[in-house]
């Protein structure tokens, strides 16, 4: 039984593609016991897409009371949400924040230089270790900023759509900015998320190791780091709880004994 702390449906999150039975049904074939379900909040999204990216939170949070109440007793259900972040959008994010009882909140960086990879390809004409050190600079600013949040969304998102031989995300790319990252959330108490999206991602590329590398969370863990939080950022429902097996596996490993999940804020422990 374990918590998969990021979902999105396609209720609320434009490139959600799963209902809510789906997002059941997908739940309890990963023998979850708890979901996170955290649709996307990208206020002033850059790009012009079919569906906004930025949902309508008073309608997701009357109709996450209709599915809470409707859930089989042994799936809980938990409201949250996935914020992406520009720096012109703290004090917004932030009222938004006071205003709904979210359980568990992430707080993710979906755009390089002010626009998302997905589309601004040529972003990574940098080369790796520019753009990768420069996402990792994004993410201090968030880390170290007034924003209020739980959970920092997949800190390998850049390597997602890079095309580069070897897309993953190593320590030694930025060793210091990873320092600065990781002392920032510790010292705050955010928890840094594990992404398992991101590896799938290097498995279709055909990596050959494609967990994420030992030595970024070797070092997270020797400067305090406590808190890890594991994601599928799943938008169909055969994507819920994937890889968590070898994930916790993996993280158990490396020494961590323990995942961190949210309710109501508040920080609970789950054993990996
Ligand atoms: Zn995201
Ligand atoms: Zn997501």
């Known amino acids: 039984m374990f918590i998969d702390s990021h979902s999105h449906t396609k209720h609320f999150s434009g490139d959600g ?4 039975s789906e997002l059941i049904s997908g739940s309890l074939a990963a023998s979850l016991q708890a979901i996170v379900i955290t649709e996307h909040f990208d206020d002033d999204y ?6 906004p990216m930025a949902c309508d939170i008073d309608a997701y949070f009357e109709s996450f009371q209709k599915w809470k109440a409707k859930a089989p007793a042994s799936l809980e259900l938990r409201f949250g949400i996935e914020l992406g972040y520009q720096r012109g959008l703290v004090q917004r994010y932030n ?3 006071h205003r709904f009882p979210f359980d568990s909140i992430i707080m993710s960086s979906h755009l390089i230089y002010g626009l998302d990879p997905y589309f601004y390809r040529d972003c990574y004409d940098q080369g790796a270790k520019e753009v990768f050190t420069r996402y990792i600079n994004d993410l201090i600013e ?4 007034e924003s209020n949040f739980d959970i920092l969304g997949h800190y390998d998102y850049i390597g997602r759509y890079a095309p580069y031989k070897d897309c993953k995300m190593y320590y030694d790319i930025c060793p210091d900015e990873f320092d600065t990252l990781f002392t920032a959330l510790i010292q705050t108490n955010r928890s840094l998320e594990i992404n398992t999206r991101s590896i799938s991602k290097l ?7 494609p967990m994420p ?12 780091g406590t808190f890890i939080t594991l994601g599928s950022d ?3 429902s055969d994507g819920i709880g994937l890889h968590f097996n070898e994930t916790r596996d993996y993280l ?5 004994a323990v995942a961190t999940v949210f309710k109501e804020r508040k920080p609970q422990t789950i054993s990996l």
């Not at 850059?46 to 569906?51: E, L, N």
Request: cysteine-free; hydrophobic content about 35%.
């Open 17 to 20: 593609r799963m209902d809510i």
């Open 46 to 51: 850059p790009h012009d897409v079919d569906t």
């Open 95 to 97: 009222d938004i924040v």
């Open 142 to 145: 968030i880390a170290s900023g």
């Open 203 to 209: 498995i279709s590329q055909g990596h050959s190791n």
């Open 213 to 224: 590398d030992d030595r970024v969370l070797l070092r997270y863990k020797d400067l305090g």
């Open 234 to 236: 799943a938008h169909t």
């Open 252 to 256: 158990r490993s490396l020494g961590f």
